[in-house]
């Protein structure tokens, strides 16, 4: 049976590295392409990095009940994931992997129960994860104190998820979500 991987974190946690690594092992991880009502940014396409469709598009969509989960962001701001790509991956034989914020990665997991393995991963401290957002340079610093505001309520929300990463040295880390997923996968139940 394929089964789904949920990961959650707050912003430089070091979750999409730890994605991209679990993603080169062999354990048949397909990425699932999230839906947003953004526009596209710079070489961005549909159906590559994200399914872009209008506010209006993705509201209609909430209305058929199209999504596992969904959040409006912002105003007309919308990000969810689509059950139609979702089933149609786990159809082909393929496991799935999430990369959702923490009330998307609960959502999945509700949906899916043990069918889910939700993984939350977790900076040693706001101390680190401030020095992390702040040596990326990508961000201003009103940015990394908004991502350190949301990372404390992220943080809050860890107990919720079936097993939680502290990503303190990467190597141990990584090595962690390997053997916790292909545990998982490996599981006949």
Known sequence: MTKCIIFSAPSGSGKSTIINY???????????????????????????????????EFR????????????????DRFYGTLKSEVYQRLERGENVVFDVDVNGGQDIKAHFGNRALSLFIQPPSIEELRRRLENRGTDSPEVINDRIARAEYELSQ?????????????????????????HFLEDPS
């Open 60 to 75: 209609e969509k909430i209305a058929r009940d199209e999504f596992i989960e969904y959040e409006e962001v912002y105003e």
């Open 158 to 182: 860890a107990g919720k998820f079936d097993r939680v990463i502290v990503n303190d040295r990467l190597d141990e880390a990584l090595a962690e979500a390997h053997e916790v997923v292909r």
């Open 22 to 56: 679990l993603m080169e092992q062999g354990l048949n991880l397909h990425f699932s392409i999230s839906a947003t009502s953004r526009p596209p940014r710079g070489q961005e396409q549909d159906g590559k990095e994200y399914f872009f469709f209008s506010a209006d």
